[in-house]
């Protein structure tokens, strides 16, 4: 069982930044594959980004070149750094890890979640 806490959602103006964290309470979290996902109002949750074990990351269309995410396995801490943020991102943004060598942006495939941060960008 993996205990996953986010932090760093809020309101911000189209255009701005925002650095979300997600701490992960589990041993050996290096060996977990850690994504970013989002829930927008009336949708379907969807993947933003991953990264694997080795490093190597995902990134969903719509976010990539704005977004990047970044791990901290010596803190047992996932981060997504959103820049130029749009209304369109708005949504309750959660972490989410599972177990093996590949992260996709598959809801489905990921069994331990976080409770989830708000975002809310205004135009």
């Known amino acids: 069982q993996v205990h996953l806490v986010e932090s760093g959602g809020g309101s911000v103006q189209a255009g701005g930044s925002l650095r979300l964290a997600c701490v992960a309470s589990v041993v050996r979290y290096s060996t977990y594959c850690v994504g970013w996902f989002r829930q927008a109002p009336g949708k379907e949750r969807e993947g933003v980004a991953t990264?694997?074990?080795?490093?190597?990351?995902t990134y969903a269309d719509s976010v990539k070149g704005r977004f990047t995410i970044s791990r901290a396995n010596a803190k047992n801490t996932l981060y997504l750094q959103m820049d130029s943020l749009r209304p369109e991102d708005t949504a309750i943004y959660y972490c989410?890890?599972?177990?093996?060598?590949?992260?996709?942006?598959?809801?489905?495939?990921?069994?331990?979640w976080g409770q989830g941060t708000q975002v809310t960008v205004s135009s």
């Open positions: 989410a890890a599972r177990t093996g060598g590949v992260c996709p942006l598959v809801v489905w495939s990921y069994n331990q």
């Open positions: 990264v694997a074990s080795d490093g190597s990351t």
